[in-house]
């Protein structure tokens, strides 16, 4: 390290002038740029020959967190791997090795419709967890968040929100089969409550259900012959998938609720 560079944090508020919080505010916000860069590290290490500049209409503002929702492939885990408020089979919901879901969210993975860009900030990618578990071997949507009440929000209530599914399935159904699958079935010894299950295409299933347990879509299934050979997550609640492609992911807008 030179011993004639000072941390950006520092330079700035000397620069400016103001305070070292607010001078982190503004690095972090990325509105300050070095030799024309961006940088978001408020310990970045800067000469004095660099040129250090504040970006038009810099705020130095607290970052909110923020939620995003990821269209995760099959192949990936993501939360527990299904093993709380997942959709999978537990003996399959975790592969070893498989790569973490949250490897997908990067900038250039992002999906925008219309209207300005969002400001994409390094911020948004640190301290993300992720409170709707999906099984490794399942598609679908996944949430992560900064946000505690929004953590809080899914932690509490993952049991009672409905969620939709799509299980791709093999197989003949039995006769009345899609009537069990929605009421008349048990799963680990208990009568499950009413289901909403119907066709979507000719292999496709659909169904929405409330506190679903792991392994339970493919149990109900293999009870009327039919055999799951995928199984992609589309709706938590009043958030859908809708048409994010698969492997990108979006903010969750203000607007937006569970």
């Not at 400016?16 to 070095?34: D, F, K, N, Q, T």
């Not at 209207?115 to 071997?137: A, D, I, N, S």
């Not at 293999?222 to 048409?243: D, F, Q």
Request: with cysteine.
């Amino acid at each position: 390290m030179s011993e004639d560079t000072i941390r950006l944090s520092k330079r700035v508020a000397e620069q400016l002038p103001c305070s070292r919080r607010e001078a982190e505010l503004y690095i972090e916000g990325g509105w300050v740029r070095v030799d024309g860069q961006t940088v978001e590290a408020p310990g970045a290490r800067v000469a004095p020959h660099q040129q250090v500049a504040l970006a038009p209409g810099a705020r130095a503002e607290e970052i909110p967190p923020i939620t995003l929702i990821l269209h995760k492939p099959a192949g990936y885990e993501a939360g527990l791997g299904g093993m709380a408020g997942g959709m999978g089979d537990p003996r399959t919901s975790r592969s070893q090795g498989a790569p973490e879901a949250l490897t997908l969210v990067h900038p250039e993975s992002l999906r925008t419709e219309g209207g300005p860009p969002p400001r994409v900030l390094q911020r948004h990618f640190r301290q993300l967890e992720c409170f709707t578990p999906l099984p490794t071997e399942a598609s679908g949507l996944v949430v992560y968040t900064q946000d505690r009440r929004v953590a809080r929000k899914l932690s509490e209530d993952i049991e009672t929100l409905e969620q939709e599914c799509i299980a791709q399935v093999t197989g003949e159904i039995a006769a009345g089969g899609l009537q069990k699958l929605c009421h008349g079935l048990s799963f680990n010894g208990r009568p499950l409550p009413p289901i909403k299950v119907s066709w979507q295409s000719e292999r496709h299933l659909r169904f929405a259900l409330k506190g679903i347990r792991p392994g339970q879509v493919a149990s109900m299934c293999e009870a009327v012959g039919l055999t799951v050979t995928a199984l992609k997550r589309i709706r938590i609640g009043r958030l859908p998938l809708a048409k994010l492609p698969e492997g990108q992911w979006r903010y969750l807008m203000p607007w937006e609720r569970f």
